[in-house]
T-cell receptor, first 118, second 113 residues
Framework: DSGVTQTPKHLITATGQRVTLRCSPR?????VYWYQQSLDQGLQFLIQ?????ERAKGNILERFSAQQFPDLHSELNLSSLELGDSALYFC?????WGQGAKANYGYTFGSGTRLTVV | AQKVTQAQTEISVVEKEDVTLDCVYE???????LFWYKQPPSGELVFLIR??????QNEISGRYSWNFQKSTSSFNFTITASQVVDSAVYFC??????????FGAGTILRVKS
């Protein structure tokens, strides 16, 4: 268990529909990231939240949106789905583990949500 | 802008051969982290190693070893005595602390018995 929890693991839905992917970061991590992995685009950064605020945006479509809640979990909303949105969606969280001189930077991925649009 | 290049798209080896996966990166930052991840057919991203820009010491973990050379901006990964279970896609990635990861395109490793 990486400490980052993503649900659901698999999702099959029809074109035009809307889905919500959920992510709980590793305990103590304030940053949450969303990535999309499709066959032809590789691993692409979508968006980052830090402690509830949007911090960075990547190649995220206008049909997609995300938010991070006060308990630090995050949701990625995908709407008006198209066949081309079929992909693996990963959530990751980052932060410093340990204290003082022994602190180390960690970047952890969830197991992903496989979205299939039919 | 940051960039990671994995020039080898696909590598095929026979079991017990040694194999090196290349990774070259570009960044203007002085503080950064380099990562290697393994993605088996099941799809999850398995963390292998993280190295910060101030630590050029090479690392060995069992059959895995990593060679970090700032002079050539490379962070290569070697698997010694490869096994069929090593078959996967391997990604090299770069990040500033607290920022997104920039991934290479990945190298598909096929180990045949």
């Amino acid at each position: 268990d990486s400490g980052v929890t993503q649900t659901p693991k698999h999702l099959i839905t029809a074109t035009g529909q809307r889905v919500t992917l959920r992510c709980s970061p590793r305990s103590g991590d304030l940053s949450v990231y969303w990535y999309q992995q499709s066959l032809d685009q590789g691993l692409q950064f979508l968006i980052q939240y830090y402690n509830g605020e949007e911090r960075a945006k990547g190649n995220i479509l206008e049909r997609f949106s995300a938010q991070q809640f006060p308990d630090l979990h995050s949701e990625l909303n995908l709407s008006s789905l198209e066949l081309g949105d079929s992909a693996l969606y990963f959530c990751a969280s980052s932060g410093y583990w340990g204290q003082g001189a022994k602190a180390n930077y960690g970047y952890t991925f969830g197991s992903g949500t496989r979205l299939t649009v039919v | 802008a940051q960039k990671v290049t994995q020039a080898q798209t696909e590598i095929s080896v026979v079991e017990k051969e040694d194999v090196t996966l290349d990774c070259v990166y570009e960044t203007r930052d002085t503080t950064y982290y380099l990562f290697w991840y393994k993605q088996p057919p099941s799809g999850e991203l398995v963390f292998l190693i993280r190295r910060n820009s101030f630590d050029e010491q090479n690392e060995i973990s069992g059959r895995y070893s990593w060679n970090f050379q700032k002079s050539t901006s490379s962070f290569n990964f070697t698997i010694t005595a490869s096994q069929v279970v090593d078959s996967a896609v391997y990604f090299c990635a770069l990040s500033e602390p607290g920022n997104k990861l920039v991934f290479g395109a990945g190298t598909i490793l096929r180990v045949k018995s």
